[in-house]
């Protein structure tokens, strides 16, 4: 079992440079496999990365759409999984996600586990990775499955704290999301208080809808912006 860690290396490389990346999130569960051409054709040049993943996708759609990404694309995909079920060793890498902003032991630990199976005897790049719900004005179909709720934007020092218990603990992405759809992206203010807390690069997604948002997220400390919604619809 080998661990290229190739995407990992290239995140924290441009954040030591202040580098920033671009990532497209495509749920399986909005789109139809002969839209995947025109859907592509619609995301910016200057896309890094594609995130494939969402909260309620049937068996066996994720493994469809990724195969057929690669025949498509040659930008690097990443799982972004809401469950266990959306692994498939087609990925080029996975978010090995912990959902810390809650305390349900389903996404802390219980499908992290059940993960491991599907994950051993593959090469795909798996990466420890802090995910945070932040309140984006709406509640997210995140919050309905995982039974959590998520932080008030408000609650800037709980935040922090989370995200350097994630550092402790070995992980190596901190996950700022504000939910798919959401009315408001996380505040500039809580990106670059976490910045100036952690060592490790910072994901920011959800509700960030056009090119000023993504520019207000760069410029307060995100390595990397995530979106997803605007392209779908």
Not at 135 to 151: M, S
Not at 161 to 177: N, R, V
Request: aromatic share 6%.
């Amino acid at each position: 079992m080998i661990y290229a860690l190739n995407i990992l290396k290239e995140l924290k490389s441009k954040s030591l440079t202040g580098a920033t990346s671009l990532s497209v999130l495509l749920d399986p569960d909005k789109i139809e496999i002969n839209e995947l051409s025109r859907w592509l054709q619609n995301i910016p040049k200057t896309t890094d990365y594609i995130f494939v993943g969402g909260s309620k996708v049937e068996n066996g759609k994720t493994e469809q759409v990724v195969k057929n990404l690669k025949t498509m694309s040659a930008l690097p995909i990443i799982l972004f999984p809401g469950d266990v079920n959306q692994i498939t060793s087609y990925a080029d890498g996975l978010l090995f996600l912990t959902l810390m902003s809650g305390e349900n032991p389903k996404y802390l630990i219980r499908q992290q586990i059940k993960s491991v199976k599907h994950l051993k005897n593959t090469s795909i790049e798996v990466i420890p990775t802090a995910y945070l719900l932040i309140d984006g004005g709406k509640t997210c179909t995140t919050e309905n499955i995982t039974g959590t709720t998520a932080i008030p934007q408000t609650a800037i020092e709980k935040i922090v704290d989370i995200a350097m218990a994630a550092q402790y603990s070995g992980k190596q992405l901190i996950y700022l999301e504000a939910g798919s759809g959401a009315h408001f992206p996380v505040k500039p203010e809580i990106i670059s208080k976490v910045k100036a807390a952690v060592s490790i690069p910072i994901i920011v997604g959800g509700g960030i809808r056009n090119d000023k948002q993504r520019k207000n997220a760069y410029d307060a400390g995100a390595d990397m912006v995530v979106m997803g919604t605007v392209f779908e619809e």
